[in-house]
């Protein structure tokens, strides 16, 4: 049995239906469903069983959870890099992954984390994904800090000898949509072109960077699900993994793709920047996935443009989700 945490959320069902799609079904899948609309996630996947996460917690420390799993994607989260109740990130981010990680080394089970690319901050010490420079990291938000921390203790504690964390960059694609403001900024464009035909952009405050040249690591979902599984398969890999393309594009090149993918013409519209987000805004992103190449994973990853293609025309448009 393979158990996806968070597996009705985004990456987590795109894992489940990767796998489905490799004749993989003996899955349980844990997660909290409550009031959104991610159980339509959930729809087209085939698995084993369903548990709500808080019973599974509570199941982990009681110690009556007796599974056979062969390995553990742990991708359930608060994702949230707005939420504010720090308490909150800490029990839900840093103590559950904890419980669950202990639990797996004591199974002598395979244990595959997500941890985050908001843990490099500002960017300013640059996107290594260096076990080393864990504690040199300064994230912009406790979200960040909270998957810092999981990092830190992963590393102390020996675990990152024989698990792996994973550092998503700016993932986006089908199964999103239910994110509210922390989906992509693909769908919101799409939603803006279909709506009014236009683009809304920030404006750029730094000198370096011309409004909407901000730019980002951008990668599709299939992609990051293909990176993702080559650590089930290759468990002679182990540490800390960017995830992430290797190569920054703009958010002028994010709309301009969508507005091609749709048949529109370009039109892109520069807001002011909401105070609250100056200060904490990252002009630059770009995962080095050097490491991530040198463990095996030689897989090219799809062009911003084509991905964009793929996700409008044989999902945005459609209504369509992934799955078998």
Excluded at 160 to 185: I, Q
Excluded at 282 to 307: H, M, P, V, W
Aim: aromatic letters at 12%; hydrophobic letters at 40%; glycine letters at 8%.
């Amino acid at each position: 049995m393979i158990i996806v945490t968070g597996g009705a959320g985004f990456i987590g069902s795109a894992l489940v239906a990767q796998l489905n799609k490799q004749g993989v079904t003996d899955i349980l899948i844990v997660d909290r469903l409550q009031s959104d609309e991610k159980w339509k996630n959930l729809r087209k996947l085939a698995y084993a069983d369903y548990i709500e996460a808080d019973d599974f917690f509570n199941m982990l420390t009681a110690g009556d959870l007796d599974l056979p799993a062969e390995a553990v994607l742990h991708m359930g989260a608060c994702s949230d890099t707005t939420e504010r109740d720090c308490t909150y990130l800490v029990r839900n981010n840093y103590e559950y992954t904890k419980v669950l990680a202990n639990w797996a080394v004591e199974q002598d089970t395979r244990f595959i984390y997500a941890s985050s690319a908001a843990t490099y901050g500002d960017g300013s010490l640059g996107f290594d994904d260096n076990e080393d420079d864990i504690d040199k990291l300064i994230p912009l938000n406790m979200y960040g800090y909270s998957k810092q921390m999981f990092d830190l203790w992963a590393r102390n504690t020996g675990l990152l000898e024989k698990a792996v964390g994973l550092k998503f960059f700016n993932v986006f694609g089908p199964n999103e949509y239910h994110k509210a403001n922390m989906r992509s900024f693909v769908i919101t464009a799409f939603e803006q072109i279909n709506d009014a035909g236009k683009v809304k952009l920030f404006k750029s405050d730094h000198p370096d960077y011309g409004h909407g040249e901000q730019v980002r690591d951008f990668l599709y979902v299939k992609d990051c699900v293909d990176m993702t599984l080559f650590f089930l398969e290759n468990k002679q890999a182990s540490g800390i993994f960017n995830l992430g393309t290797g190569v920054a594009r703009t958010w002028n090149d994010l709309a301009k793709a969508t507005f091609a993918a749709m048949g529109k013409d370009e039109n892109i519209e520069y807001i002011d920047m909401p105070e609250k987000l100056k200060g904490k805004y990252q002009y630059f992103t770009q995962a080095d996935i050097t490491k991530l190449r040198n463990a095996g994973c030689k897989g090219e990853t799809t062009s911003l443009e084509d991905s964009i293609k793929d996700y409008v025309q044989n999902y945005l448009q459609k209504e369509e989700y992934l799955g078998a």
